[in-house]
């Protein structure tokens, strides 16, 4: 008797495209719709069901739900979360408000800063205070907590976050307010700092509480929403979220620390590049995912993704570092900038073709859409320049129309620069491109890396129509097109770990090193991590990794250090010592000699392993596959159309080639092979570019 094959989905909302994978067995379906905004459980819901019925497969066989989101992320950006206070302690009500005291543009007088989640009238202060030791220099004053509860009462708060000074050492303050607040308002979401961010650095802790509590009753709220609505459709399987640092975990995980699932959907797309860097034996990879909002670019060496534990949401200020909102918690580090599909473009004041980061979205969309959009967008420029089918765009579902998103452009943009509405494509084209490449440049030099020599991963439903010109731009000499390219994030969401990472925030120097106090902590991080990864991974295997952030003594930055799974002993301070400057070498060139080391904080990461596989080889036979067609592409050299060839991917056996310029088309997506390129179909079936040599 056989068994049935393994029936999984995973599905990515994105702030203009839902898009959905199903896998059964080794089968694996696709499919691509505009997002809901006002409902996004009613635009999953309707795609979940056409996939099912195109696999021909039942609610109920359904086995598992993996699922990413923008959600989170928007909310934070939109300002639509919960009305939130804050409790901390007395004399620092406005440490979320002081930041840094720190200008992150300097020459520019009239910066805005993002102005706090929490207002300053809803900062309540607490009397109490714990040293950095962890000792109590103030006892908690019971009059000063009753006070702040009689004020959430009458501000009818929805969330409540709590932050005191060195709790991540001592949390007992925080613990008792936050069961006072749960005794006396038994349904208001509570987050405690200790809990969501137990490390050092008050104002980074504060506001990732705030965070967190800001997005506790809308995260809450609408997971609660889509299980009723997936079990009365008839799924009855588990539901797993997508977190920022690629790892899956459960839903009650997910409603306790929603600010965890900001950036989960991009986290999927990086998954996916790096599962295909381990498939093809890349060790250094630059992952590109251009979608209808945003375009994120992420590097992968020896196969993981480069993470963080810190990153910043709602940038006010051009995307620029430090003017955005702090959070503390494991993320995958990759670079997002407003250039996707609906990113609008305008002629600015200075007389420029700017593009982004202002998106169209899914409602109203790209003037092509004909859903009441005005201002052009990438999408529009490409369909003039005629990268795009019209009839064909999202396998014949949706037509586009190409004379209105031609006149948008000409009139916008055209007439004020006195360029042919294709002209005026390109520069839109042009623009974003520059965008990305610029912001790629930029991450590089910051990580400390070289572009050149890496393979670019392009996928995303807007990655592989500028993989190309990006590429040429970069200097990168190699492109890959995956499978399922136009929704390579749903993918990535099967590939991704059952997964959860513990960080506290506990000073200690190599020089008064004290194993059994180390090891008690690693212990007590790493059973906290397993009991979460055990509810979504009840009966597999486990893999254990270890670091700590560390530091000569007087630094104000800290370095991961990768440290052994296993009992330390009074011995090991001089190989952590060792392996922290081999690692502080690898990043400045040279350790600093005669200055004492410090840890800290201490990283737990468990994790199951990741379940099927993205692709199996096949016997590549060298071929030159016939086009079914051809239709004018704007050639930027000759800055005229041209007849190009157009393929379908569909057609394409592994061993296929084809000189650029041509277009490889699929239902999701469409690929541009400039004339700078060959394309060949690889024996996983990517298409991959490689650069012909001049």
Not at 136 to 151: F, G, K, N, Q
Not at 203 to 215: D, G, H, I, K, Q
Not at 313 to 335: C, D, N, Q
Not at 443 to 454: M, Y
Request: with cysteine; glycine share 10%; proline share 6%.
């Amino acid at each position: 008797m056989t068994s049935s094959p393994a029936i999984r989905l995973g599905v990515d909302i994105g702030g203009t495209f839902t898009d959905v994978a199903l896998e059964v067995g080794d089968r694996r379906y696709t499919a691509k719709g505009l997002t809901t905004p006002r409902a996004p459980e009613a635009g999953v819901l309707a795609i979940l069901r056409a996939v099912i019925a195109e696999a021909g497969v039942s609610p109920g066989d359904v086995q598992l739900i993996i699922h990413g989101t923008t959600l989170a992320t928007n909310a934070l950006i939109e300002r639509k979360g919960a009305k939130t206070a804050l409790l901390t302690t007395e004399g620092f009500r406005d440490v979320i408000e002081i930041r840094h005291e720190n200008r992150f543009e300097q020459y520019d007088v009239n910066i805005d800063l993002p102005p706090p989640l929490v207002p300053r009238r809803l900062r309540l202060p607490i009397r109490e205070r714990i040293d950095a030791q962890g000792n109590v220099l103030v006892p908690l004053d019971d009059a000063s907590v009753s006070r702040a509860l009689e004020a959430l009462a009458e501000q009818n708060i929805e969330a409540v976050a709590v932050g005191f000074l060195h709790s991540f050492t001592n949390p007992d303050h925080e613990r008792r307010v936050g069961g006072a607040i749960a005794r006396r308002f038994p349904n208001l979401a509570v987050s405690l700092s200790s809990d969501v961010s137990p490390e050092m650095r008050e104002y980074e802790r504060f506001s990732t509480a705030c965070a967190n509590a800001y997005l506790q009753p809308l995260i809450g709220n609408y997971l609660d929403k889509l299980a009723r609505e997936l079990e009365r459709s008839g799924f009855r399987c588990p539901m797993l979220l997508m977190t920022s640092g690629g790892g899956i975990t459960t839903t009650e995980t997910a409603i306790r620390f929603p600010v965890r699932l900001v950036e989960s959907g991009p986290a999927g797309g990086a998954i996916f590049a790096a599962c295909i860097a381990r498939q093809h034996a890349l060790d250094q990879v630059v992952s590109f995912d251009m979608g209808g909002t945003t375009a994120k670019i992420c590097f992968i060496d020896h196969g993981r993704p480069q993470t963080s534990r810190a990153f910043e949401v709602a940038r006010v200020y051009r995307f620029t570092k430090g003017s955005g909102l702090p959070l503390r918690i494991p993320v995958i580090e990759m670079v997002e900038i407003g250039a996707g599909g609906g990113s609008i473009a305008a002629v600015d004041a200075l007389g420029r073709i700017a593009v982004g980061p202002q998106s169209a979205g899914s409602e109203p969309g790209p003037v092509c859409y004909g859903r009441g959009g005005s201002e052009p967008t990438v999408t529009d420029a490409d369909l003039v320049l005629g990268r795009i089918d019209p009839a064909t765009f999202s396998g014949g579902k949706m037509r586009l129309d190409a004379g209105t998103a031609k006149g948008a452009i000409a009139e916008r943009i055209g007439t004020k620069l006195n360029l042919a509405a294709e002209h005026a494509a390109l520069g839109v084209s042009e623009m974003v491109d520059e965008n990305m490449a610029n912001a790629a440049r930029v991450h590089a030099i910051e990580s400390g890396k070289d572009l050149r020599p890496r393979t670019l991963i392009a996928f995303g439903g807007a990655a592989p129509l500028h993989a190309a010109r990006v590429a040429e731009k970069l200097g990168v000499g190699r492109v890959l097109v995956p499978a399922n390219a136009g929704v390579g994030s749903a993918v990535g969401l099967l590939r991704a770990p059952v997964a959860y990472e513990v960080v506290r925030g506990r000073l200690l120097r190599l020089s008064s090193f004290d194993p059994h106090a180390a090891n008690r902590l690693l212990a007590e991080m790493g059973a906290e991590a397993e009991a979460i990864v055990r509810r979504g991974a009840p009966d597999t295997p486990l893999a254990e990794r270890r670091s700590a952030f560390m530091r000569y003594r007087g630094q104000g930055h800290e370095i991961s250090v990768e440290l052994p799974v296993r009992d330390f002993t009074a011995a090991d301070r001089s190989s952590i010592a060792t392996s922290f400057e081999e690692a502080y070498r690898r990043l400045y060139s040279r350790p600093i000699p005669g200055v004492e080391i410090e840890i800290l904080s201490w990283v737990v990461a468990i994790s199951a392993p990741s379940q099927g596989e993205l692709a199996t080889a096949a016997a590549m036979r060298p071929s030159e596959p016939k086009p079914r067609g051809r239709r004018p592409v704007f050639d930027p050299q000759a800055g005229a159309f041209a007849d190009v060839p157009i393929y379908w991917r569909s057609d394409l056996a592994p061993g296929a080639e084809i000189k650029g310029p041509a277009v490889i088309a699929e239902d999701d997506t469409s690929t541009v092979v400039s004339a700078l390129f060959e394309a060949h179909v690889d024996k996983f079936g990517y298409i991959a570019l490689n650069r012909r040599e001049i």
